[in-house]
């Protein structure tokens, strides 16, 4: 049980007891909890399913609940409402963004295309609704592969946003694509001078790294994927330590799958301007939403995610396509 202070800027009641009274709200909405891989740990703990992109899209699409709660970033809680254009979605912090997203404005991305009339665009989940909706298919980067392989060879592809995931689906696919360059701001940030010297020092462990991570740190990986497949890779395997080259988040639920491994999160170049050390290695997006806001979000039924009917039909059409593809 955890009982908090008086909060008075979320307006919480001294002595509450946040994970019960998240618990009552949820039956009382008939509410269900989607968590990413990166949110807190309390968080995770207190969800109805936890997973990456493609399953929490799925997840999104398949519940019966009245009420969505999303625990990550808008794009997640954008997706679930474009599935679910009849249900509350309800995203604890608005401000929970991704530079991904960020990075690819929907008239660049226009703008784009219309340089390259003739190609199909497959764009990673972590965009806007608008930029979904001038894309032919979405892929996350657990089915992106599969996806391509269903692409005629003769068809040229466009990728965006994320430039490093691109490379890396070239080198496993064998098919050129022309590349949004974009990149995530946490795994930019993975050094692989300190992996190497971490390596040096841990010469058992085994690399676990996200194709966001930039070639040179990924070069150095025993495995590359998802979070789902990393967390996967971590509980298979026979060994029992990991170096791991994602957001830090992903290691409660590896901490809880893999009793007994030690598990490293892979160092940072020390260097990003949201924080220092470890810091680095968390998504200040993903970190916005707490237990806290997650409690007065559903108290209050807000802040809801509202979409222009046009614009979420338009990018329904690409994320049906992922799901049937996938």
Request: overall charge negative; charged content about 25%.
């Amino acid at each position: 049980m955890a009982v908090l202070p008086q909060t008075l800027n979320l307006g919480l009641p001294a002595g509450i007891d946040i994970e019960k009274e998240i618990t009552r709200l949820k039956r009382e909405m008939n509410a269900v909890i989607l968590a990413h891989f990166y949110q807190e740990g309390r968080i995770q703990d207190l969800a109805d399913f936890v997973g990456d992109s493609l399953q929490l899209s799925q997840q999104a699409a398949a519940t019966s609940a009245d009420v969505i709660v999303f625990c990550g970033v808008l794009f997640m809680a954008e997706t679930a409402k474009i599935l679910n254009p009849g249900k509350l979605v309800l995203l604890p912090d608005l401000a929970a963004g991704c530079s991904l997203a960020d990075g690819c404005p929907a008239d660049e991305f226009a703008a784009f295309r219309a340089r390259y009339p003739d190609h199909v665009s497959i764009t990673y989940i972590n965009c806007s609704a608008a930029v979904k909706a001038l894309s032919d298919i979405i892929c996350t980067s657990s089915n992106a592969e599969k996806i391509i392989g269903q692409i005629p060879p003769e068809q040229p592809i466009l990728f965006a946003p994320d430039q490093h995931l691109g490379r890396f689906l070239m080198r496993k696919t064998g098919r050129e694509m022309t590349l949004w360059t974009g990149s995530c701001m946490v795994h930019e940030q993975f050094s692989e001078r300190k992996l190497l010297e971490m390596k040096e020092a841990h010469p058992l462990a085994k690399v676990l790294a996200h194709p966001e991570c930039r070639e040179a740190v990924l070069r150095h990986a025993d495995y590359i994927g998802s979070t789902t497949g990393i967390l996967k890779t971590a509980r298979e395997s026979a060994g029992t330590e990991f170096i791991v080259a994602t957001e830090t988040g992903i290691l409660h639920q590896m901490q809880k799958e893999c009793p007994g491994k030690t598990l490293i999160p892979a160092p940072n170049d020390g260097g990003c301007q949201w924080g220092e050390g470890g810091a680095c290695s968390e998504c200040p997006h993903m970190k916005l939403n707490t237990i806290e806001k997650l409690y007065v979000s559903m108290r209050d039924r807000t802040p809801e995610i509202q979409l222009d009917e046009d614009l979420r039909r338009r990018a329904l059409r690409p994320i049906e396509r992922m799901l049937e593809m996938s």
